[in-house]
Structures are given as structure tokens and as C-alpha cells.
């Protein structure tokens, strides 16, 4: 009788190792926060608001455009910040006149000191017509080309009008059909869900491309849109996950909110409380 317990105990866990061996093999995802979620507080005392960020949990931040005039020593000086608080900046958001031919060059050193990987267009400017839309995405290629060998990626920032028809066709689709596979589409999930769209679907019609997202939740209604909290909108939000890291490449995930019936730190908290709640 010992002795086929014992057997039994040996093939329950033989049985269970290879499960145990994958999930301990499982990729960590890290949440970040965009920090243009709290940007009047950054604007006041970056040092205390990036500190506040990182002792809430959030593990990694996304500098908005304003850090494009920083020196190189202030970026010095905030690497050192994050550094000691172990947080880290994997992308930043730019105009579109950092993807110049000049102007790619001070991104790249600010990036490069900050550690970023991305150096993401987050406003493309005044477009028209698909054409237009095509030159941006001529504009993302070249840039491209510059990074790769320095280790560092080109991305893109969607916004409504990229998901709203135009001639047809959604300039989306434009972008991401005449870039290469290497420009991130970095997805802002509330953007779609105001245009109508299906979040889960662009994923998965761009496998691999979708490495970092916006987890911006939208709702439809007066007082509502982009004012609800994280968790709180229309977004699937189990779905998009799922797309997200098993079709659309995902390397890390930021929240961000565009204001709240709360204060912005606040908001900022109880969008990572119910980050949290939904990983559980």
C-alpha cells in the first residue's frame, strides 16, 4: 500500500512538472505608465512624480514629447533617477520633427542615455489624403534604417483619425502596410474603441508588430470616453491581453489616461489597482 502511494505520488508529479517548467518559463510583461497621465504633476517636479510612479509599481514610464528638450545631462540625471527607484523607460513619444534627418540625431542620444529601445512618433502632423499618409510612413522607414544598427527601433502612436476611413481605407492600414516589420505599432486600445473598431482584430492582423500597447479604456456616453478608469470602459480587456502576447508580439504595457474624477496620481493608483485585479 506504501508503495503505490508512493508511485502515484511520483507520476502526479512527474505529470505536473512539465506545466510547473512552462509557467515558470512564462514571459513577464511589465506594466508602465505613460506619463503624460500625470503631466501637470511632471511639469511641477519630475523627480517626485517619477518616484511617486515607481513606489506605486508601475515598472516602467514613457517620457512624452517635452523630454525632447531636455540636455544631455538632464537625461543623465533622470537615467539616474530611474536607475536607483528600478524603473526603466523602454519608449518616448515625439513630433513628428524628430524623425528629421537632424533632429533623429539629439532622440537618439536622449534615448540611448534614458535606455529606450523605442523612439516612437506620436504625432504625424497635418496629413492628407493616403499619399500623406504614405509619406509618413516613407518618413518611419528611413528613420528605421538609421536605428537598426544602433540597437534602437522606430514606432508609431495611433490616434482616432488613423482609424477613421479615409478614401476608404484606414490610414492604419497604410502604415503599417509600407513600413517595415521592425517599426513598432504601438497601439492605443481607446483610440479604436471611440472609432468603432475591433482592438482584438488589428492585433492579430499585425502578428508580431504590436509590441507595446496603450491601455487606455473608453466608454460611450456623456461624462464618459476617456475619463473612465483603466478596467472601467467598453475594452475586453481578458481578450486584448490574450491577442496581445500570444499573436501580437506585446513587450510591455502602459497605462494611460487622458484625466479622471480623480486627481491625476490618484488615477494613476487606482488604474494599477485594477490592472492588478485583472491578472490576478
Not at 526603466?88 to 542620444?109: D, M, V, W, Y
Not at 487606455?216 to 464618459?224: L, S, T, Y
Amino acid at each position: 500500500m506504501i508503495r503505490a502511494t508512493s508511485r502515484r505520488s511520483f507520476l502526479t508529479t512527474a505529470a505536473a512538472a512539465p506545466m510547473a517548467f512552462a509557467a515558470s518559463r512564462q514571459k513577464h510583461i511589465p506594466i508602465g505608465l505613460e506619463l503624460y497621465s500625470v503631466r501637470e504633476d511632471l511639469a511641477k517636479d519630475l523627480t517626485g512624480t517619477v518616484t511617486a510612479v515607481a513606489k506605486m509599481g508601475y515598472e516602467v514610464v514613457e517620457f512624452y514629447a517635452p523630454y525632447y528638450s531636455w540636455t544631455t545631462d538632464r537625461a543623465k540625471e533622470v537615467r539616474k533617477l530611474m536607475d536607483d527607484l528600478g524603473i526603466r523607460c523602454h519608449s518616448t513619444h515625439n513630433n513628428a520633427n524628430s524623425f528629421t534627418p537632424e533632429g533623429l540625431q539629439k532622440g537618439i542620444e536622449l534615448n540611448k542615455i534614458l535606455g529606450s529601445k523605442y523612439i516612437v512618433m506620436a504625432s504625424s502632423g497635418k496629413v492628407e489624403g493616403l499619399d500623406g499618409w504614405k509619406s509618413v510612413a516613407d518618413t518611419l522607414a528611413r528613420a528605421s534604417e538609421s536605428l537598426k544598427p544602433l540597437g534602437l527601433r522606430a514606432g508609431y502612436h495611433n490616434h482616432l483619425v488613423e482609424f477613421k476611413p479615409l478614401q476608404g481605407k484606414r490610414p492604419m492600414e497604410v502604415l503599417a502596410a509600407n513600413t517595415p516589420k521592425d517599426v513598432m505599432l504601438q497601439f492605443d486600445v481607446g483610440t479604436c474603441l471611440e472609432a468603432g473598431d475591433d482592438p482584438v482584430a488589428w492585433i492579430k492582423a499585425n502578428p508580431g508588430r504590436i509590441n507595446s500597447l496603450h491601455l487606455k479604456d473608453w466608454a460611450p456616453g456623456e461624462g464618459k470616453g476617456f475619463q473612465v478608469l483603466f478596467g472601467e470602459g467598453a475594452g475586453e480587456w481578458t481578450k486584448v491581453l490574450s491577442a496581445a502576447e500570444k499573436t501580437g508580439g506585446a513587450e510591455f504595457y502602459l497605462i494611460e489616461q487622458e484625466g479622471s474624477r480623480y486627481p491625476p496620481l490618484e488615477t494613476a493608483k487606482r488604474c494599477l489597482d485594477n490592472w492588478k485585479k485583472l491578472r490576478a
